[in-house]
């Protein structure tokens, strides 16, 4: 026999979704009517009458079709991928709050890496800055870079120079030269982590963010992709590392990770010198980042 609760139950849920709809729907047009066509590359033109963005711009800016943009703005019932909501994040140049707000009414996980994450507290940036010269940052288990000291942010490439979204070590060691060129044993490192990113994957195998990484490595690394193939599994463990970095030529760090949380995520990962020259090469790089951060405007 079905109860009132249970009669009322589905067109509760169903209730609630066409609110996220109109919700994002209205969200969607603001954002699009607030953009001008100039801070996308477009020319405004002699006849626009939007005050933004046209629908058929922000479709093209998203590589979506035009129809299929104007029922989300229409709030209709169609399913939203995450890539499409990344697209669309990014055609509207949307700010991490935002970002975030957008995710949340199309009922989706955002795949992204998180520019502000519960672990890395004003507490444990400090220690980072405290640690120099010693290299050090925070990443989770996907291998985002959430946060780094100056000395990190040189010792294998211009970190701050590349993308957020594009800072993570699995991306990097595969598809940026400078980090490649940095890693003086690169095929070995890039078997040992992509062996951790298998064995640590396996407890995150529905999740859209990691089958996104995995799909964006396997499509733009053969090497990956070769590697991939193997199936070999290993656990994380600190291990001697050799960089040749490009400021201050060859050094040798010990490598340390140091969880911020009872379980095997986000952790803080730490390059000791292994030798006394090493050593004055990671005082020399720091410094060398510290003239560059005084030379960026305040």
């Known amino acids: 026999m079905t109860t009132m609760a249970q009669e009322n139950a589905v067109p509760a849920t169903a209730s609630l979704s066409a609110i996220r709809r109109h919700e994002l729907a209205a969200f969607l047009r603001h954002r699009r009517e607030h953009i001008a066509p100039e ?47 990344d697209a669309l994040a990014r055609a509207l140049q949307l700010d991490p709050s935002e970002r975030s707000h957008l995710f949340q009414l199309a009922g989706a996980i955002d795949p992204t890496p998180a520019t502000a994450c519960p672990s890395v507290t004003p507490a444990i940036r400090q220690v980072l800055e405290q640690l120099e010269p010693v290299p050090a940052c925070v990443q989770n ?22 993308p957020p979204e594009d800072r993570n070590c699995m991306i990097l060691s595969y598809t940026n030269d400078d980090w490649r060129s940095s890693i003086i044993h690169l095929p070995e490192a890039q078997r040992l982590m992509a062996a951790r990113f298998r064995a640590t994957m396996a407890g995150h195998l529905a999740e859209p963010g990691w089958k996104m990484l995995l799909k964006r490595l396997r499509t733009e690394s053969p090497e990956f992709r070769e590697v991939w193939d193997r199936h070999e599994v290993v656990e994380h463990r600190g291990r001697r590392k050799e960089f040749m970095n490009r400021h201050v030529g060859q050094v040798s760090l010990d490598h340390t990770d140091l969880w911020l949380g009872p379980e095997a995520g986000p952790r803080m990962v730490t390059y000791a010198p292994a030798d006394e020259e090493s050593r004055r090469r990671l005082e020399k790089l720091h410094a060398i980042a510290l003239e560059r951060a005084s030379r960026l405007p305040a």
Request: include cysteine; aromatic fraction near 8%.
């Open 39 to 85: 801070q996308v590359g477009l020319p405004r033109g002699r006849r626009r009458r939007t005050p933004g963005l046209r629908r058929e711009e922000v479709a093209q800016l998203s590589a979506v079709g035009v129809t299929w943009y104007t029922w989300l703005e229409q709030a209709r019932d169609i399913q939203v991928s995450v890539q499409v909501l």
């Open 141 to 162: 288990s996907r291998y985002d870079i959430l946060a780094y000291n100056r000395t990190y942010g040189l010792l294998l490439c211009d970190l701050d120079a590349v």
